[in-house]
């Protein structure tokens, strides 16, 4: 089973944009539906993007459509999440995991999270 590491995050500005990237390692995740996760100080850890491997769907919340695009590259075993105009609420820990079976957007459905990255937008 693959574990995954996130990277990408920082300080930025409101604005701005990142580029998160799960990179996974062990195992691969061609053939895997994943998604990003984030949570906020004092927040449930809520939904952000996610895709389903056979014909890369793609689900967003509603708080980042439009702003953000989740990618993947099967090559390099990664998964990338473009955060484009962030907005100092999209502060928070970011996790990308692996859908272990049922519905994208239910953080119980997945498995295999990673450590996180912060992501942290001033005004």
């Known amino acids: 089973q693959a574990q995954l590491v996130e990277s990408g995050g920082g300080v930025v500005q409101a604005g701005d944009s990142l580029r998160l990237s799960c990179a996974a390692s062990?195992?691969?995740?061609?053939?895997?539906?994943m998604g990003w996760f984030r949570q906020a100080p004092g927040n449930e850890r809520e939904f952000v993007a996610g895709f389903t491997w056979m014909l890369f769907n793609t689900y967003y919340a509603d708080s980042v459509q439009g702003r953000f695009t989740i990618s993947r590259d099967n090559a390099k075993n990664t998964v990338y999440l473009q955060m484009n105009s962030l907005k100092p609420e999209d502060t928070a820990v970011y996790y990308c995991?692996?859908?272990?079976?049922?519905?994208?957007?239910?953080?119980?459905?997945?498995?295999?999270w990673g450590q996180g990255t912060q992501v942290t937008v001033s005004s």
């Open positions: 062990g195992g691969t995740i061609s053939r895997d539906s």
């Open positions: 995991a692996r859908l272990r079976g049922g519905q994208v957007r239910k953080p119980d459905d997945y498995d295999s």
